[in-house]
Structures are given as C-alpha cells and as structure tokens.
C-alpha cells in the first residue's frame, strides 16, 4: 500500500449500503487517476523503434496469446531452479512481484510463480540488453505477468530476497498480462506478521496491516502471498489424505443431493427456496443420504462436499457454507469402531502433513506462528461424564445434561494438554438431549449417547454417533425435536427394508486447516468465505 491509495471497496453485499454521491464522486476520481496511470505506463514501456534489440522485450499480442501455436518452447518451473542449472538458458513465466532500478543501465526483477521467486537481473551489454530494454523492465507494474529467458548463475552471496539461490541473467524479456499500476493492496503488505507490525511500531516505524475486511473483499490479491498459497495446498492434502485413507479402509466415495425436501438436521437454520413450485432447502449434511447408502448395502462410505448452514453466526469458526469430510459405515457391535476409524485417520493425516508439507508450513508460520500439534500415537478418549468432572474439579460448574460452550471446550482442552500432553482428543457418552434425532441412546442410561466429539487445540471440529436404524423409534425421535416427519419420509421407509447398525461422523475441512496450524479464524482457511455478511467475491 505505502503511499498508495487503496481503491475503495465496491461489494454486491446484501448488508452494504448504495455508494452516497460524495463516495460515487471520489470513486469516478479514483477511477481517473487508474486511467492517467495507466496511460502513462503504456507510454513508459513503448519500445523505441530505433532499438536494434527490440525483438528482445515488449508486450506479447493478444493474438499471440490465443492459441495460436504450439511452438515446442521448454518451460522450467521456479521451484526447480537450482545451482544444479548453472549457466544453461531457462525460460520462466511468473509475476513481477518487485522491480528495482539501479541507474539507467541495470535493474532487478523479482519473479514469483506458485509461491517460489527468483530474482532476474538486467545488466545493459552489447549486442544483449539495450537501455531500452532497461528502461521497458523499470516501466512493468507490479503483479504482471512476464515471460523472461536468460541464463542461470550462482551469486558468491546467499540471496535474501528470494525462494531460489540462483539468478537468472535476462535475455529476453516479454509482458504477457499488465496488472494496474496501482493495486488495492499490495501482496508485500498483506504477508506482513503481526509480529513484525509490532516490533515496527516499537521502533517507532508505522507498517500497513490490511484489515481482514480489505483482504476478503480482494481475495483475489490476498490469496497470492506466501502463508496463504501455503494455507490452501496444507488444505489440498487434507482433502488428499481423507480420500486416500478411507479408500484404503474399504470405504467407497459417493456424492449425495444437496437440493432436498426436508431439513436434514432439524431446527429452523437452513436456506430455503422454491424447487419448481415444492418447498425445498439446501442441505445442512450429507446425513440423512448418506445412512440411505448404507441401508443400500454400500457397507462403508464417504463424502467431500458443500454443507449449507443459516445459522446467524458471526463467530471466529463458523461459515454459511463449507466442506464438509462425511463418513458412514456399518457397526459390527460397538460405536467405538466409527472412533477408531478416527483416531488412525488422523493420526495419519497429522504425520503426513508434518512430513509431506513442510515448505507450507513454514510459509504459514513465517507469517502466522504457531506450535506444531501435539497429539498421541493413540488417541486419548474420555466420556462426556469424565470431562465433566475434570472441568468441576477446576471450579468449572457444567450442566451434566447440557453441552459444552466454547469456553467450557477450551477450558477442558487446556486440562486435556496439562494432564495428558495432547491437543487432540475424543469426547463420547453426550447427553442425548443435545445431539441430532437420528443419534441412539445409550443401553445403561437414555439420557446419554452412542455419541462423540473430537476436538483440537480446545475446539470442536467432529461430531459422531451411532444412528437409530429402528424406524418407529427413528419417526418417535423426529417428531419429539420438531420435525415435519413428512418432508424425511423416503429416508425413514428406507430403514423399513432391513437396515444394519451404523454410525458416522462429520468434519468441516476448514476447520481441520484452521485448528491444525492454529489460525485465529475460520476465513483464513476458505478460499472465497461466505458467513451471514459476505457473499461476494
């Protein structure tokens, strides 16, 4: 951002009020400074006709760039550019993520692509770089796109300024796709720490930080920085991991509707709208469709899919829509089979974050830091009655008939971690009163559950249980929460037909990211956000 003004924020928003006449008048004024801008960027790169070298550097034509041909050019990736590639030709195609000038005859671009940069130098010499071509390079604006060939080298000194410890001496130099000259906020300043804005301040220095506002309403640019490349590839394995893991436990991937008739998990919170003349909803859950697969014989099954919730929840973790990771599968005797499968699976997931995406990691604590997860070969498990007691005995009174709050669950994680020297743990036996209809009671005392919940750092992220497959209590357990049992009565006939014991669990994908690299909101880790303010971008 520096001394540059930010383009004030249009958003489609529902919640945004109409730009006044004071804010539409210093937007038209916004707009023609871009416009003076940009011309005079366009000016300040025209290539000098009179430039012997320049078939070497200019701007690519549209035509060009239409598929016009496949020329058969041999493109290296910046992640691969090592010392191992000293003085061979490259050529690399990235953003101009910084341009220096060093006089008129020398100047330094700093490409990045994927989260990798390399800083490419032009050096005026005859017959190779024209001052012109100097003087084109200095002109680019930021966040462009360009084309470069040039040679590797191996600088005498370590480079601080970029990913790569090489540099590319340029050659050829060609803009592919011109960003504005002056961006809504810059990528430098959106992958600043907190920590490094706090020790600027105490040096009596004063660093942008970009509200999480401005960053979502530009997510486009925001998600260019390093931590958060590295935030949603740490996300792309857990996906990965989930499929690959059930897969090889016998569990089949199946895609369930998300456009239904009923609500699936009951109460009042969802998005409804009008399927061709009938009442309709988006679904909360896979649930109800998933018990269905099972009853269909499937045996094991899971999802990855959008989940819808209309809660008016204006909290650090919860969204209106996320990804959801569903599982269902028969039960032989006992719900701790479903915890079982939890435990292994995540453990597994946890070891191979740690050791497959150490880069992202690093990215993401460069600027957000935190403590790597601790969690146990086997996971710790503790009825709801025993965290209960723990929490009384540290002078926290709970309901033993009610549910944890955010702050009783943060307390009992904080014992957890004390006691057991883990942040990750499974809590089971809920009180059935504050589970879904479809949960079954447990066989010594009705007023529990076949239930639980799986929490890290002291948050929630799973919910489980074994489900009712008996359809007269199924139907009984519907009405007594308030459910219109008509609107679910294809998912009850479905249990008339002979129905195995089953259980399950739900997780939501960006609060698995969220938890396990101990980020302070739930937004961080969702590409394009959509809680009950934001439906745009």
């Known amino acids: 951002m520096s001394s540059q003004e930010p383009s004030p924020v249009i958003s489609e928003e529902s919640s945004e009020k109409k730009l006044s006449k004071k804010e539409a008048s210093k937007l038209e004024r916004q707009r023609k400074r871009q416009e003076a801008s940009a011309a005079s960027a366009i000016s300040a790169v025209t290539i000098e006709a009179d430039d012997p070298l320049a078939a070497n550097y200019g701007e690519i034509a549209l035509k060009d760039l239409q598929s016009k041909e496949i020329s058969g050019k041999k493109w290296t990736e910046l992640k691969n550019l090592t010392d191992l590639l000293k003085d061979q030709v490259v050529l690399i195609r990235g953003r101009a993520q910084t341009i220096r000038a060093v006089g008129k005859k020398m100047a330094f671009i700093v490409v990045r692509e994927s989260g990798f940069t390399v800083q490419c130098v032009l050096n005026v010499s005859p017959g190779a770089v024209s001052p012109q071509m100097v003087k ?75 509200n999480q506002d401005t960053r979502l309403n530009f997510r486009v640019l925001d998600i260019r920085t390093p931590a958060n490349q590295g935030i949603f590839r740490v996300q792309c394995q857990v996906e990965n991991i989930f499929r690959q893991f059930l897969l090889s436990e016998g569990f089949v991937g199946i895609h369930t509707p998300k456009l239904i008739a009923g609500s699936s998990e009951g109460g009042s919170a969802v998005f409804r709208l009008d399927y061709k003349g009938t009442p309709a909803c988006l679904a909360q859950s896979p649930q109800l469709h998933k018990q269905m697969s099972i009853c269909g014989d499937f045996g094991r099954v899971f999802e990855i899919g959008p989940v819808f919730r209309a809660e008016d929840s204006f909290t650090h973790r919860h969204l209106c829509e996320f990804t959801g990771l569903d599982v ?29 995406c150490s880069k992202e990691l690093e990215a993401i604590n460069k600027q957000y830091p935190f403590e790597k997860l601790k969690y146990l070969r086997n996971t710790l498990r503790l009825t709801f009655e025993e965290g209960i007691q723990m929490l009384k005995e540290a002078g926290v009174e709970i309901d033993p008939l009610g549910d944890l709050n955010t702050e009783s ?129």
């Open 136 to 210: 084109f390079a200095t002109g680019l604006s930021r966040e462009s796109i360009v084309d470069i060939e040039g040679v590797v080298s191996v600088p005498a000194q370590s480079i601080t300024g970029a990913t790569q410890q090489v540099e590319i001496q340029v050659k050829k130099l060609y803009c592919v796709n011109k960003a504005v000259p002056t961006l809504p906020i810059n990528i430098e300043d959106a992958a600043r720490s907190e920590v490094d804005i706090e020790k600027a301040l105490q040096a009596g220095e004063q660093l942008v930080r970009v």
């Open 409 to 537: 669950e943060r307390k009992l994680g904080q014992l957890v971690l004390e006691k057991y020297g883990t942040e990750f743990y499974i809590l089971h036996r809920y009180p059935l009163a504050v589970r879904p209809f479809y949960t079954m009671p447990c066989y010594d005392n009705p007023s529990y559950s076949n239930s639980f919940d799986v929490f890290i750092r002291g948050e929630e992220i799973i919910s489980g249980a074994q489900r009712v497959h008996v359809p007269e209590y199924l139907f009984e357990r519907a009405q007594a929460c308030g459910i219109d049992v008509k609107t679910i009565s294809t998912y009850i006939d479905s249990f008339r037909y002979g129905a195995p014991p089953h259980g399950g669990f739900g997780v939501g994908l960006e609060r698995v990211v969220m938890l396990f690299c101990a980020l302070n909101n739930i937004r961080k880790t969702s590409l394009f956000p959509r809680d009950p303010q934001r439906i745009a971008p």
């Open 328 to 356: 269902e599968m028969e039960i032989k005797e006992h719900y701790s089979e479903v915890m079982d499968i939890v435990d292994r699976l995540f453990v597994s997931m946890f070891d191979c974050l740690n050791e497959s």
